[in-house]
């Protein structure tokens, strides 16, 4: 993966000019990219070999937002996440629990401290 990630600046993330993080080797289109059919159908099998019933909706974005929640301060979660309330924030990240100890280190990184 690191790689992959050395292909693009952080400008062109941000910008979001690189949103392929992960190639898909199959694809029939120059960038290897996933659409969605492909990504859904890996989901599915994959959930099935799991014996599981979740969405990608809830399998992707409910535990990675969960996951940051646990270093990222509300108000920097809703600004990642693109949400537009605090409000909305809970449905999406069930049972995180803050790490106060890597949020203060995130901010001091941040702040250069």
Do not use: C
């Amino acid at each position: 993966m690191e790689w992959r990630h050395e292909q693009a600046s952080d400008a062109d993330r941000l910008a979001g000019r690189a949103q392929s993080l992960f190639w898909h080797l199959d694809a029939h289109n120059v960038e290897k990219t996933w659409n969605y059919r492909s990504y859904l159908r890996k989901w599915n099998a994959a959930r099935t070999k799991a014996g599981e019933s979740i969405s990608p909706q809830a399998g992707t974005r409910h535990s990675i937002l969960s996951r940051l929640a646990e270093v990222l301060t509300p108000y920097e979660l809703k600004d990642q996440s693109q949400h537009w309330s605090l409000q909305s924030l809970p449905h999406y990240t069930t049972e995180a629990r803050a790490n106060h100890a890597a949020i203060v280190k995130a901010i001091r990184a941040q702040h250069g401290k």
